[in-house]
């Protein structure tokens, strides 16, 4: 807003503090201002308790506003990361444990393995995929998906404990365990 403005967007007076030219100024309004002292260029000053009365209020909330319309535009950014972060940690969460379904995880240890891996990675979203973006895992500097990540932890000691009756063989011991197969049938 322009405070030098004679006229507001509504066509109402907006009583500016100076005036160049009095009759520019509505008929019913200029007994609000007198010449303005030491000035010989024909300005006019909006009469102090004219001033007080009329311009100061309106200032005060207008700059109200303007505040209050700042707060709720960080409010709103807030909210919105805010919204992002919870998107993004639901996202993590469900590609964690749809990934410990299918590695053949059983369903009450689940939650288990999720909080171990939880503390061994950091898991971000790359957005820069269609679907709604891919879950990457962060094990100590080494980036993996999260299907490799529950592979590598399964496959190790500590995630012995966590195999379920459907989980597929290593294929290092493939052949071993068709053999094995075939000689149990007999």
């Known amino acids: 807003m322009d405070k030098r403005a004679l006229f507001l967007e509504?066509?109402?007076?907006a009583a500016p503090r100076t005036v160049r030219?009095?009759?520019?100024?509505p008929e019913t309004h200029r007994d609000w201002y007198l010449p303005e002292a030491g000035k010989e260029d024909g300005r006019y000053?909006?009469?102090?308790?004219?001033?007080?009365?009329v311009r100061e209020p309106y200032e005060r909330e207008v700059e109200r506003i303007e505040?209050?319309?700042a707060d709720l535009k960080a409010k709103h950014e807030t909210d919105l990361e805010?919204?992002?972060q919870v998107r993004k940690r639901e996202k993590i969460d469900a590609t964690l444990r749809s990934t410990c379904e299918d590695?053949?995880?059983?369903?009450?240890?689940?939650?288990?393995?999720?909080?171990?891996?939880?503390?061994?990675?950091?898991?971000?979203?790359?957005?820069?995929?269609?679907?709604?973006?891919?879950?990457?895992?962060?094990?100590n500097g080494t980036l993996n998906s999260v299907e490799a990540l529950v592979e590598n932890f399964l496959?190790?000691?500590?995630?012995?404990?966590?195999?379920?009756?459907?989980?597929a063989a290593p294929s290092d011991g493939y052949f071993a365990s068709l053999i094995a197969g075939l000689k149990e049938r007999r």
Request: glycine content about 10%.
């Open 103 to 139: 590695a053949g995880i059983p369903a009450g240890l689940i939650e288990g393995v999720i909080a171990l891996l939880s503390e061994e990675s950091t898991f971000e979203v790359d957005d820069s995929y269609e679907f709604g973006g891919v879950v990457i895992a962060n094990s």
């Open 82 to 84: 805010r919204e992002k």
């Open 45 to 53: 000053i909006l009469n102090h308790e004219i001033w007080k009365k």
């Open 21 to 25: 030219n009095i009759e520019d100024v």
């Open 67 to 69: 505040k209050a319309m």
């Open 10 to 13: 509504d066509g109402s007076f």
């Open 155 to 167: 496959d190790s000691d500590e995630g012995a404990a966590f195999r379920g009756k459907r989980r």
